[in-house]
Structures are given as C-alpha cells and as structure tokens.
C-alpha cells in the first residue's frame, strides 16, 4: 500500500485514426446532407478504424502519450482501467490487452462499461484509489470504434459516431490538475433508450438476430436530447454548488462530445457563454468514452486550460449512466 495522497492528473493523450469520413461521405451512403448534419449535430467529420484495427490498438498510443506527458514508464503504471462499450473481444478485457502491449508488467487492469460516461466513471475510480492509497500511478483510458456497430442504413443516428481514444495518468498530486469533487449516478429504467441488443446473453449471434441488425446501436434521440439538456445543466449547477464557487467562476466544461445542439442548450439554461464549453466534435463525432479525455487533452494542449482555472468534466450515457468530475488546473 503507497501513502495517500490527493488525486490529480499527471498526463493525457490522444489518438485518432487517419481515415476521415465526412459527411459529404455520408451523403452516397444515406439519405442526407452535409447540410442537414452540420444544423442538427455540429458534426463535420469524423475519424474511422481499418477493419484489423482494434479497441487497444488506439488505446496504446493515447496512453504512451499519456504516460510520457506525466514523465513515467509503464513499469511505473500499478493499474489500468479502459471504459469501453467496442471492446476487442468480451474477454479478456481490452484493458488487460493493453497492459500486454504496452509492458505494464506491475500493473492490475480491467474495463468499466458506462458508454458515453464509462471515462469519468474510470476516472472517479482512478481517483479512489490513489487516494485511498492502494495504488499510486493509475492509467485511465477511453477507447471507442463504434463505427463498427453503427448502422449505416439509419440516417438518424449513422451522422453521429466515430472512433478515437484518449488517456491520463492519475496520481499523487502537488497542489496542481488535482481532482476535485466527483459524482456518479444511473437509472437501469431507461435502459432501452440508447443499446446495442445483440451480442450479449439475451441475443446471443445468431442468422436471425444479424437479419434483425441487432448487432448494431439503437438510439431513441429525441428522449437523449430532453434529458441530457436538463440534466447536464443541473449537474454543472450541483458541482459549482459543492466546491463553493458560482457557475460564473468555472472557467471551462468539458463535455461528452454528443450533439453541439444538446451542449448549446444546456448552456442557454445555465446562462453561460458558449465559449466556456469545449468542442471538438465537429472534427471526431461522437466517440463514447473517448469523447472527454480526447478534448481534454487538447484543451490542455491549445492552453485552453490555466493554472488555477476550475474545470468541469461532465458526461451522460448508455445505462442511463451520468456524472462529473471536477478539476483545479
């Protein structure tokens, strides 16, 4: 056991595939427009797997970024946690594969499946450890190729997705990108409105379920918007609320990169400028968990992020799965 410690962020990464599908791409594959896309989602492109190309495979350069941005090894690395819902296979777990590429030979690691909010989720328990103090050095990744279960004869929900990954190193922390507040819920009622059904032990692969495209996601969006737009105002409310500050003092959000229309509303309910929030998913889409450790780290590589500016990671999910993180930079 190493001594306790409050919990930070030593080191991000990030790592996309080179292949681009636009959305004039899109428009030879389904009925739509660059358009009608850009006016409902914000989304211009996204970024695209080989088909030999893996969940760990784009975890692996995310997290040697990340490890060497936080000046470790991966010998140094006790612990990895990967929030996937695309893993390389139902087991062993993506994490434990990635531990095997990367030669995280001192490390523990298994997966989280949370969907869109499996990386605060990892973070949250990324944070627990450190500083409860059973594990000193944790790597904490989001890695997605949901491009492979996006059924691309739904032109409502085939504009959204894309593949990515991203990571940070957690640890001990010196007064610097410490965690702050966190929080975490689910409601296992509402289950049907985002799901993948075939695959698992209910609709295990079958001739029937592929003729039935059971093996693609199923997204109820309209029921996704009006939640996400007043649950994410809330939360950014309740975390202001509990480290003391107003959400005037937050100097950047971080959103799950699910729809700009969604993170627009949200930020007319809060009064806030739209420039608080970060965006990058004009460029990458919707790519899950990979979402928020994606924009993170290139926030912190564009200096969108200060010393001592308050930062909220916020994210909402499959399950229905939602939480935050907050950060002092």
Known sequence: MTTSANAAI????????????????????????????????????????????????????????????????????????????????????????????????????????????GFIYSLIMAKNAVEAGTHRHVLVVGAEILTKFTDYTDRTSCILFGDGAGAVVVGPGNGRRELQTVFMKSDGSSGEIMQLPGGGSRNVATHETIDQRLHYMKIRGREVYKFVVLKMAELIEQAAAENGITKEDIAAIIPHQMNSRIIEGAMQRLELPMQTAYLNIDTYGNTSAASIPIALHEAAQEGRLKDGDFAVLVAFGAGLTWGYCTIRW
Not at 76 to 87: Q, S
């Open 10 to 117: 030593l080191g991000t990464g990030a790592f996309v595939p080179e292949k681009t599908m636009t959305n004039h791409d899109l428009e030879k594959m389904v009925e739509t427009s660059d358009e009608w896309i850009v006016t409902r989602t914000g989304i211009r492109e996204r970024r695209v797997a080989d088909s030999d190309t893996a969940s760990s495979d784009l975890a692996l350069p995310a997290s040697k970024q990340a490890i060497d941005n936080a000046g470790l090894t991966p010998e140094d690395i006790d612990l990895i946690i990967v929030a996937t819902i695309t893993p390389d296979m139902s087991f062993p777990s993506t994490a434990c594969w990635l531990q095997g590429k990367l030669g995280a030979k001192n490390a523990a690691a298994f997966d989280i499946s949370a969907a869109c909010s």
